[in-house]
């Protein structure tokens, strides 16, 4: 394993859940102390936003929470990136789907896991955290509250994979 421990969050357009999640993870390393050691990025699995910027609901609900995204623009995620990074989060079976299609091969597929496997609250089954695009502004709330429960778990699992490297 190598340092920095390099995440990516992936969705659709890259403009409302995986910005969330990233922003959202990299405020969780900072305050574990482990800035320096892990980096937090984010994709699209589709074209359809790269270079537009956070949906101003996804942005909101991250000022409501202390986090700022205005930096934030959308991009695709490039196949190269199988190779540079860690662990790749998916937001929901679908993307997991096309994740795991383009993987060129099995350690690359093993990286490639949903947000929600690492919430042991979650239920068995459906994992996928729902597109809060096509909703309101509670549905970005709901996205906030299914991210941030999966995070220890995430923060936990990324501090294992790094004690194998200083252990």
């Not at 540079?84 to 998916?90: N, S, T």
């Not at 309101?136 to 778990?153: C, K, Q, V």
Request: with cysteine.
């Amino acid at each position: 394993m190598r340092v920095p421990y390099r995440i990516i969050t992936v969705c659709t357009g890259n403009i409302c859940r995986s910005p969330m999640a990233e922003f959202m993870l990299r405020k969780a390393f900072e305050n574990e102390q482990l800035r320096e050691q892990v980096e937090v990025d984010s994709a699209a699995t589709s074209r359809w936003e790269i270079g537009s910027p956070i949906d101003p609901r996804a942005a909101s609900v991250l000022s409501q929470h202390g986090l700022g995204s205005e930096s934030h623009r959308a991009r695709q995620f490039d196949r190269s990136w199988f190779d540079d990074r860690d662990l790749i989060l998916a937001l929901d079976d679908g993307h997991l789907g096309e994740l795991r299609e383009w993987a060129p091969n099995a350690d690359s597929t093993a990286k490639i896991h949903l947000v929600r496997e690492f919430d042991p609250e979650a239920v068995d089954g459906d994992l996928s955290i729902a597109d809060p695009w096509y909703g309101s502004s509670e549905d970005f709330e709901r996205t906030w509250d299914l991210i941030s429960a999966a995070i220890p778990g995430i923060v936990g699992y990324v501090q294992k994979q790094l004690s194998h490297t200083t252990g």
